[in-house]
Structure formats: C-alpha cells, structure tokens
C-alpha cells in the first residue's frame, strides 16, 4: 500500500482534524542491547507527542510475503525520537534487527488503551522479559511529577538484566532479578513491607508474559492493591477490524487492540 513520509501525513491528519495512517518513519538508531534483544529509535513526532504509557505502534516489514504488522509498546520518547525495545521472535523481528541508522519503516499508531496514572500513588511498574519495555516509558512519563507520586520498578529476566540502567534516571527505587534467584511474586513479597511504608497508596501497572501477569494480579487482589495489566497478544490489524486478539473476560470477548491492552485485575476476572 502506498505510504508517504510523517511530516505530509502529520499535516494532512491535522488539518483534517484526524489522526495520521500508516506513514514512513527514518530510523535514527538501530542497536542490540544484550544477545537477541534490540533498540530500535524512529522519528515520528505524532508519536513522540500524543503517546501514553502502554501505547504501542506497529511496524511493517518490508517484505511483502510478512502481511501482519508487529506491535511493539513504546519505551522511550526523546524529542521527535520515540524508542522501541523488542526481541526477535519470528521473521518479522528478525528483519528488524537489520535496520540501520537512515533506514525507513512503516508505521501506524499509537494504537490501545493507555495505563490511568492521573492519581497521585506509588507506582510499582512489574514487568517481565519483553513486557519492561513499555514501563519505561511509564516510569518516564510519571517521574518529575510533583504531586508526591514515586516509581518503583520491579523487573524480572531471563538472564541479563538489560533495563535497570534504562530505568535508572526516572525510578525511585529499582529491584530486580534473574530466573536462576525466582520471580517477580518473590521480589514483591520481599519489597512487601516497603511498599507499604511509603506515604502514597501502591497502584500496580505490569506488562508480562499472561502466567506472570495472573500471579501479579493475585498477589495485589489479596492486599487490596489495584492494579493493571498490560496483556501481549497476537495482532492483524491493531484497531479491532479483525477480531484476532480477543481475551476471554466475565463481560464477554474483549479486544486486547482496542478495548486494551490496558485491563484491571477486575475486567479480566484474575482476582485471588
């Protein structure tokens, strides 16, 4: 499908009182962060400004024989720059790590439903593996503010522990750990009694695979801890045409692309 470049698509949308399509973004950077994980930063200054914590965009491989569009949650946001974190999973990914600094790639979003951060709390960002990246956009967007809200950031991985230094300038305290030492459950059991020092009320965002996801859910259920899950999910469109990422909930089929992927404990029915 024909594309055209984010500053023509940018003016168009604007002046037509919509949001822009899918358009071509340059590829500023392009890095590996630790073994098969990657950066990559796009310039596209619709994202950079209008993008909340748990919103995600889809890029486009190139090639022609990949049809879908792969969703990644944006990590960071730096001026014009907008920075994605992902892992390669699949030809698509794979393609991606190919990119260079010059390069172009379609794109189209932000797409989803965001996180709610509006209440002033301690925000405990629980992520696992692939699902750290959208909360560093969170704790980015939440740090400097002065309504006492504080980040705390609880992050577990494989192995290498690649986004703690990435979440240092905005996160007022940082924990993390490693498969071979538990998981996420076991590090908030450990940091249970800081989180309940602090002077503002905890809110949980966690964004993970489902199984971690669900335990988050249940451990914050029974102390009375609200909190809200970013779900992962196989995408065809990104904007609730195709009905490919429905999650089964107690009010019925729910599309992660639209009506999330943002969903409290409560509308998934994950409590203890």
Not at 13 to 20: F, T
Not at 162 to 179: E, R
Not at 197 to 211: R, V, W
């Amino acid at each position: 499908m024909p594309t055209v470049t984010t500053g023509t698509v940018e003016r168009q949308a604007a002046e037509a009182g919509r949001k822009p399509g899918r358009r071509t973004d340059e590829v500023i950077a392009a890095s590996m962060l630790s073994e098969g994980i990657y950066e990559l930063v796009i310039r596209d200054p619709y994202v950079a400004r209008t993008a909340q914590p748990a919103q995600f965009v889809n890029l486009y491989p190139a090639n022609a024989t990949l049809t879908l569009p792969r969703p990644f949650g944006v990590a960071k946001v730096e001026g014009d720059d907008v920075t994605l974190i992902y892992q390669i999973v699949g030809a698509g990914t794979a393609e991606f790590s190919l990119l260079q600094a010059g390069d172009v790639i379609d794109v189209l979003g932000p797409l989803g439903k965001p996180f709610d951060t509006a209440e002033p709390a301690n925000y405990v960002l629980v992520g696992g593996g692939l699902g750290v990246p959208p909360l560093l956009y969170a704790a980015q967007t939440l740090s400097g503010r002065n309504d006492g809200t504080q980040v705390t950031s609880v992050f577990g991985y494989r192995d290498v522990r690649f986004a703690d230094d990435l979440v240092a300038p905005y996160a007022d305290h940082i924990h993390s750990i490693v498969n071979a030492q538990g998981n996420v459950v076991d590090l908030l059991n450990d940091i249970e009694d800081e989180l309940r020092s602090t002077d503002q009320p905890s809110i949980i965002l966690s964004c993970g695979p489902t199984p971690m996801m669900r335990a988050v859910a249940a451990w914050a259920s029974k102390r009375g801890i609200p909190a809200q899950l970013s779900l992962e999910a196989r995408m065809g469109c990104g904007y609730g045409a195709c009905v490919a990422c429905v999650v089964d909930t107690p009010s019925g089929r729910l599309k992660v692309c639209k009506d999330g992927p943002v969903f409290t404990t409560e509308e998934l029915g994950w409590e203890a």
